[in-house]
């Protein structure tokens, strides 16, 4: 109904013909095992949104064929958002974005599945032993693709990869206090 009312509806149905597939291509795939990062989409049961950020060694993300991939789930902060929304709605959307070189994205659309890594090994002994060198999976996230299209490069900026800086004086908090209030910011708020 909005691309009828905003008068896109052509210019979609267009897309949809040539850039919505229904699995990963050849070149999706290499893409695919070419990313160290990629955003990741769920929701719970109600419909709760949630967004994330996953990232690894490039082809951290292991294409199985052209309708599954898998990635490690490491140990975070304990909050299990992403895997406790696949838990109660499988549906999880993944997009995969090129910074530094092509400038390109794609989404892949589908249904997750949390696996330990036995059970991921045996149906697929194909995987990565140490996709993290030093970091061992919690679990692994099995995606079965619903869909997969590009992400144009009109918006995406260009970056590039640098060390992290080891300047002592650039002192921030600890992750964990990060964005908590300090003492004072939180008298000014109660008022």
Same mark, same amino acid.
């Given at each position: ?20 597939h229904p699995r990963l291509t050849e070149t999706m795939r290499d893409f695919i095992g070419r990313? #160290?990062?990629?955003?990741? #989409? ?5 419909? !709760? ?51 530094? !070189? ?10 997750? &599945? ?31 693709v619903v869909e997969a299209y590009i992400h144009c490069s009109k918006h995406i900026p260009h970056l590039e990869p640098a060390r992290r800086p080891q300047?002592? #004086? ?20 109660? &008022?």
């Amino acid at each position: 109904m909005l691309q009828d009312h905003l008068g896109t509806l052509q210019r979609a149905d267009a897309f949809y013909d040539r850039q919505v597939h229904p699995r990963l291509t050849e070149t999706m795939r290499d893409f695919i095992g070419r990313q #160290s990062m990629l955003f990741l #989409s769920t929701a719970d049961a109600r419909g !709760h949104c949630d967004s994330s950020f996953r990232a690894g060694p490039p082809g951290f993300v292991t294409v199985l064929d052209d309708r599954t991939l898998a990635y490690p789930e490491y140990r975070g902060n304990g909050v299990m958002a992403s895997a406790g929304n696949m838990a109660e709605n499988p549906h999880a959307g993944l997009l995969f974005l090129d910074f530094t !070189h092509h400038h390109i994205g794609l989404h892949v659309n589908g249904t997750a &599945r949390l696996l330990d890594e036995q059970e991921l090994r045996r149906a697929n002994p194909l995987i990565p032993v140490d996709p993290a060198p030093g970091r061992q999976p919690e679990f692994w996230v099995h995606i079965t693709v619903v869909e997969a299209y590009i992400h144009c490069s009109k918006h995406i900026p260009h970056l590039e990869p640098a060390r992290r800086p080891q300047d002592p #004086s650039l002192k921030r908090p600890k992750d964990a206090d990060y964005f908590v209030a300090a003492p004072a910011d939180r008298l000014v708020a109660d &008022r």
